[in-house]
């Protein structure tokens, strides 16, 4: 069974550029969420989405979107990037109900020049 | 809003050594609880998870941790650590009500000497 996928992998970017990232949860998840790692942060919460529809946002500026496809892949866009957007974005992926486990992919890094 | 604090940022051991991480949540109602590893070039992976029941719990590769309630705490333990257990810790929580957002602490890198 795929794990969450995740493209690019690696991708580097100029200030003011905005960029796309994208997430292929496993299969018969429903639910993705995505996270943001930097050294200095941590692992911090973007948003979730759940059958198109995003359920819970944390506290980042509107630059900062996402969306859910009917096949429930889900992409996450930065607008107007800036230096300190600079970090590995991971997505993760669950099935819906409680109690289950979330599992993450490998992360796209992300750099800003 | 809830919150997790990792004691140690970086704890140095020598292999067969007991491991001990500390975590501890602020939130007051019903939590669950994970401990996550990031393995050098990695993905995150679930170590365990407390969700209720029994509070001591067993996960993958001898690790175990304890809910202790009273104290907010839910620390990460192992009898015997080895050279292949190095790598970064993740105490993690969510709140009853919303099984998709989890609050992470900072981290521990786990260091084993062999």
């Known amino acids: 069974k795929a794990g969450v996928t995740q493209t690019p992998r690696y991708l580097i970017k100029t200030r003011g550029q905005q960029v796309t990232l994208s997430c292929s949860p496993i299969?018969?998840?429903?639910?993705v969420s995505w996270y943001q790692q930097t050294p200095g942060q941590g692992l911090q919460f973007l948003f979730e989405?759940?059958?198109?529809?995003?359920?819970n946002k944390g506290n980042f500026p509107g630059r900062f979107s996402g969306r859910q496809f009917s096949n429930s892949r889900s992409e996450m866009n930065v607008s107007t990037l800036e230096l300190g957007d600079s970090a590995l974005y991971l997505c993760?992926?669950?099935?819906?109900?409680?109690?289950?486990?979330?599992?993450f992919g490998e992360g796209s890094w992300l750099t800003v020049v | 809003a809830q919150s997790v604090s990792q004691h140690n940022h970086h704890v140095i051991l020598s292999e067969a050594a007991s491991l001990e991480l500390g975590c501890n949540y602020s939130?007051?109602?019903?939590?669950?609880l994970f401990w996550y590893v990031q393995y050098p070039g990695q993905h995150l992976q679930l170590l365990l998870k407390y969700f209720s029941g029994d509070p001591l719990v067993k996960g993958i590769k001898g690790f175990e941790a304890e809910f202790i309630k009273s104290k907010f705490s839910f620390n990460l333990r192992k009898p015997s650590v080895q050279w292949s257990d190095t790598a970064e810790y993740f105490c993690?929580?969510?709140?009853?009500?919303?099984?998709?957002?989890?609050?992470f602490g900072k981290g521990t890198l786990l260091t084993v000497n062999p």
């Open positions: 299969s018969g998840h429903r639910s």
């Open positions: 939130y007051g109602g019903t939590v669950n």
């Open positions: 993760a992926s669950s099935l819906a109900g409680y109690g289950n486990t979330i599992y």
């Open positions: 993690a929580v969510n709140s009853g009500g919303s099984n998709y957002k989890l609050t």
């Open positions: 989405y759940f059958s198109e529809t995003q359920r």
